[in-house]
């Protein structure tokens, strides 16, 4: 065990547990299959040891076998991380920000999401996935994206090798009329098999080309969705999130400006975020780096302040016609605003917004809460963390 957890490292034995899902078993019999058959048709059969080439084909096939059960093995057994039960944040008032799962008895950190197979708070949760019967987050998803990206480079070689195979094999027997098809196959006639190559033989290589070119396809797909998101420093939940997000601002009805909070600028500062030479990827899964005109919690609360005074009126007749007649049909209060109030949007339409007003310490101890619609005239979105402001402005009024 000490010699496998230099390579694999577990968070307790139980984890071994997770290898009797029907996930891994399928993956791991897949990636047994394809790579026994490679090396014993390039054995036996297609390219023998003896010769050069035969030599580096071998050892290019032990290569992929092994950098691939490597990260397979770290994205099950190091998991993504998990939030501490019954975490709350170091600032209090941060809890404004967050949701509390009743599950875990805490907050949610940003990103992090509730996995109900895992029964755990999830650091940057990207999905559950089942061939690996964990989570794919924070600490294993570059694990995780290079097994999907060395699973097809590996099958693609074994599927050349079994067609490579049946192919030289079966040249003499049948006539494929390839008569255009020139291949070099003075080194495979040079030497005398091991054993012939049979009808169970030519099924089973013909079986394990149909596993990797089917592996190759769908787990190269995987590939291509998961680098998107990475190079935006997103995960496949926040690609949903920010749809919710940008509907929320009524983005596409009133081209208001939205950012990715996490994007930092370009794909290259984006993918170090989750690649690094030491495997381990940066940051502790609380907190991230954001864009400058963002804060921790934009993604799921947008800060407006408001710019007008407004008296709470359901159908307010000086905000325009347009607010007057377009006021939300519902029986959710109206929050009056005055000038300088700070709120958290949740939801909108192209005149109104709903969210709830950021009150002073007192009133959240207390337990208060302020929320309901107001006009979109009203308020102007706030590109910087206001507590974070509000906190160095008072710094600096108590060095003057």
């Known amino acids: 065990m000490k010699f496998f ?17 029907w996930g891994p078993i399928i993956a791991l019999s897949v990636i047994a299959i394809c790579s026994t058959m490679a090396i014993l048709d390039s ?13 580096i084909n071998f050892l290019m096939l ?26 709350k944040p170091e600032n209090q008032l941060e809890t404004q920000y967050l949701q509390f799962c009743r599950v875990c008895q805490g907050f949610k950190a940003p990103r992090s999401h509730h996995c109900r197979k895992c029964n ?34 590996g099958c693609s070689h074994a599927a050349i090798i079994f067609i490579m195979t049946m192919y030289t094999q079966l040249y003499e027997r049948i006539s494929f009329g390839w008569s255009t098809v020139k291949i070099d196959m003075s080194a495979v006639r040079q030497f005398q098999p091991l054993m012939p190559f049979s009808v169970p033989a030519f099924a089973a290589t013909l079986f394990a080309l149909g596993l990797a070119l089917g592996t190759t396809i769908a787990v190269g ?43 930092l600028g370009t794909r290259w500062l984006n993918f170090k975020q989750v690649f690094t030479w030491s495997g381990t990827p940066r940051g502790d899964g609380m907190e ?23 008296n709470g009126a359901c159908c307010p007749l000086n905000k325009g016609l347009q607010t ?23 939801r909108g339409t192209k005149w109104w917004m709903y969210g709830d007003k950021v009150l002073t310490d007192e009133e959240t101890i207390a337990g208060e809460r302020v929320r309901g619609w107001f006009p979109r005239r009203c308020v102007e979105k706030c590109h910087y963390d206001t507590a974070a402001s509000e906190k160095k402005d008072k710094k600096v009024d108590e060095r003057d």
Not at 63 to 87: E, H, R
Request: aromatic share 16%.
């Open 5 to 21: 957890s230099t390579f694999v490292t577990f968070e307790n034995l139980h984890e071994v547990r997770r290898l009797c899902h």
């Open 43 to 55: 054995i036996i059969w297609y390219w023998p040891l003896d010769t050069t080439g035969g030599s």
């Open 62 to 87: 032990i290569n992929w076998t092994v950098l691939i059960l490597y990260n397979y093995f770290n994205a099950m057994f190091v998991g993504p991380g998990y939030i501490p039960l019954g975490w």
């Open 120 to 153: 755990r708070c999830v650091m940057k949760m990207d999905h559950h996935c089942p061939w690996i019967n964990n989570c794919c987050g924070h600490s294993n998803h570059a694990y995780f994206t290079s097994f999907l990206l060395l699973a097809p480079l």
């Open 221 to 263: 797909m995987l590939f291509v969705i998961q680098m998107k998101v990475i190079l935006r420093n997103k995960t496949s939940i926040e690609s949903w999130i920010e749809e919710k997000a940008k509907d929320r601002i009524q983005h596409y009805q009133t081209g208001e400006e939205f950012i990715f909070p996490y994007d």
């Open 288 to 310: 991230w780096p954001v864009h400058p005109k963002c804060h921790q919690h934009t993604l799921t609360q947008v800060q407006y302040r408001a710019v007008e005074d407004y």
């Open 324 to 346: 007057f007649f377009r006021t939300p049909c519902t029986e959710e209060p109206r929050i009056p605003l005055s000038k300088g109030d700070t709120i958290l949007a949740t």
